[in-house]
């Protein structure tokens, strides 16, 4: 991966051009920068943005410009598959999206549909509302078809990462009793855990179970020692990505008849409960915004990202 230029956007029919304030980085980047998740290159990568429209395409009325909105990241997809027609276009075979597909957020312009487009809050930190990709993410995976836990249950959330801590608070809003737990080395974020009022332990600390475990440090231990914390008759969430092939005690699916579910990326409708959540201040995403870094110092906030000397790094794009 390098830093190149790339040719404007142009909006044609039904797409608008995002000026990109703020564009995290996902634990996807680092799997595409280490050939572990395709890409159609060269392509720009990144899909978690914020940014004002600054220009739209025909069809698209002009009340858009000037809007802050973020972006969904779908680019395209068949509209004809049952998955299309049921409000599923995250698994259409031919999805495209923006980041692997089609050039994605990491520049200074960033052309998608309006149908991707959701207005931002007028309060909330633009710096901080990329995080509203991953939040989308965490709540497809938690509350569709139907939430992961219930009112009381006992969760544990494996990994103090920003998915961890968004998945954690969306836990906690469906009333459940929240732990976050990381290793030894994550101190840093489990400090800032501890700041948004949820209970944190580590590797080192005594075993734990749980009615619902929702992995999302995507490590082959995390993974393990999360089969072996749920519950007989428990639910287990896996959200974190591996990138590789891991070695699981998976018996223990049989054995404790344990409920796996999982969620890709997002939906429209889980966009809509991710708001829902951020308006009504039940998730918070500032806290989770670790550092703003310029886009020509791409390498060392992925450095971080990848150290996890941090909970969130975005690049901010703009010129100035």
């Not at 149908?115 to 931002?120: D, V």
């Not at 870094?293 to 992925?302: G, S």
Request: charged content about 20%.
């Amino acid at each position: 991966m390098e830093l190149a230029d790339r040719p404007d956007p142009v909006p044609g029919d039904g797409h608008v051009v995002l000026e990109v304030v703020a564009a995290g980085i996902c634990g996807t980047d680092l799997h595409i920068a280490d050939g572990e998740y395709a890409t159609v290159t060269p392509v720009t990568i990144g899909h978690e943005v914020s940014g004002v429209v600054v220009e739209v395409g025909a069809g698209v009325a002009q009340s858009w410009l000037g809007e802050r909105v973020a972006s969904e990241t779908y680019f395209s997809t068949c509209g004809e598959c049952a998955f299309c027609l049921t409000g599923r276009p995250n698994l259409c075979p031919e999805r495209r999206s923006i980041g692997t597909h089609v050039d994605g957020a990491f520049a200074p312009r960033l052309l998608v549909p309006l149908a991707n487009l959701h207005p931002l809050p007028e309060w909330l930190d633009p710096e901080a509302a990329p995080l509203c990709e991953p939040l989308a993410c965490v709540c497809h995976s938690l509350l569709e078809p139907v939430p992961a836990a219930e009112p009381g249950a006992d969760v544990l959330v494996t990994g103090p990462g920003p998915v961890g801590l968004l998945a954690a608070q969306v836990a906690r809003a469906l009333g459940a009793n929240v732990q976050v737990r990381g290793t030894p080395r994550d101190e840093r974020r489990l400090a800032a855990t501890r700041e948004l009022a949820l209970e944190t332990s580590t590797t080192d600390d005594p075993p734990v179970e749980a009615d619902v475990v929702i992995e999302c440090s995507g490590s082959e231990a995390g993974m393990a020692a999360g089969l072996i914390a749920t519950r007989r008759g428990g639910r287990y969430v896996q959200i974190g990505l591996a990138g590789t092939p891991v070695t699981l005690p998976f018996d223990l699916v049989c054995f404790h008849e344990l409920r796996i579910s999982s969620g890709f990326a997002s939906t429209p409708s889980s966009w809509r409960r991710a708001l829902e959540l951020v308006a009504d201040r039940r998730v918070q995403l500032e806290p989770l915004l670790t550092d703003v870094v310029r886009l020509d110092e791409w390498e060392r906030a992925f450095a971080a990202t990848r150290a996890g000397d941090g909970i969130k790094f975005v690049l901010d794009p703009r010129e100035d």
